[in-house]
T-cell receptor, first 111, second 112 residues
Framework: EADIYQTPRYLVIGTGKKITLECSQTMGHDKMYWYQQDPGMELHLIHYSYGVNSTEKGDLSSESTVSRIRTEHFPLTLESARPSHTSQYLC??????????FGSGTRLTVV | GQQVMQIPQYQHVQEGEDFTTYCNSSTTLSNIQWYKQRPGGHPVFLIQLVKSGEVKKQKRLTFQFGEAKKNSSLHITATQTTDVGTYFCAGETTDSWGKFQFGAGTQVVVTP
């Protein structure tokens, strides 16, 4: 069973709106990640964190920001959404030397 | 920077046939992971390989890590319709500890 939760599952918003995508995990993992993925395509790392108060930008240039105030919570914020942000956003966590556990994702559409 | 390439990009397989998908890195990897993503779903971790030349099996799936730790393969025997999905490899290097580089994936379609 998934122990990493993303909300909302689907979101349609207008251009220019500010949005926050939520991600929480109950596994106590230190490492958390945000990926952007168009359907069936490659995963692009946009942000990651190795612990509380630690955040880094990934390989994909993004107009988003993240925060890591609590171990279990890693929200992603888009200050001003644009149609080019339309995509699926996947949150993941990793404990120790194991694989990533991915959330179910947020499918974002900006109109 | 590190690049992870997967081939083929698409694989059409007749049910019951075998196929192999390959993953190649431009740099030596400390370990490699494989994931499966069903259509409309999220990636699910399958396995991690760490040792040079390592081979691991999961039922009909055989995973191999190259001797030079720069390539890996996933071989599926007797393909079933449940094998449909996209298979991703992801590699980690000592320079990118904790941060895996994903390949573009192999999308598998199974014909009954």
């Amino acid at each position: 069973e998934a122990d990493i939760y993303q909300t909302p599952r689907y979101l349609v918003i207008g251009t220019g709106k500010k949005i926050t995508l939520e991600c929480s995990q109950t596994m106590g993992h230190d490492k958390m990640y945000w990926y952007q993925q168009d359907p069936g395509m490659e995963l692009h790392l946009i942000h990651y964190s190795y612990g509380v108060n630690s955040t880094e930008k990934g390989d994909l240039s993004s107009e988003s920001t993240v925060s890591r105030i609590r171990t279990e919570h890693f929200p992603l914020t888009l200050e001003s959404a644009r149609p080019s942000h339309t995509s699926q956003y996947l949150c993941a966590s990793r404990g120790g030397a194991y694989g990533y556990t991915f959330g179910s994702g947020t499918r974002l559409t900006v109109v | 920077g590190q690049q992870v390439m997967q081939i083929p990009q698409y694989q059409h397989v007749q049910e019951g046939e075998d196929f192999t998908t390959y993953c190649n890195s431009s740099t030596t990897l400390s370990n490699i992971q494989w994931y499966k993503q069903r259509p409309g779903g999220h990636p699910v971790f399958l396995i991690q390989l760490v040792k040079s030349g390592e081979v691991k099996k999961q039922k009909r799936l055989t995973f191999q890590f190259g001797e030079a730790k720069k390539n890996s393969s996933l071989h599926i025997t007797a393909t079933q319709t449940t094998d449909v999905g996209t298979y991703f490899c992801a590699g980690e290097t000592t320079d990118s500890w904790g941060k895996f580089q994903f390949g573009a994936g192999t999308q598998v379609v199974v014909t009954p």
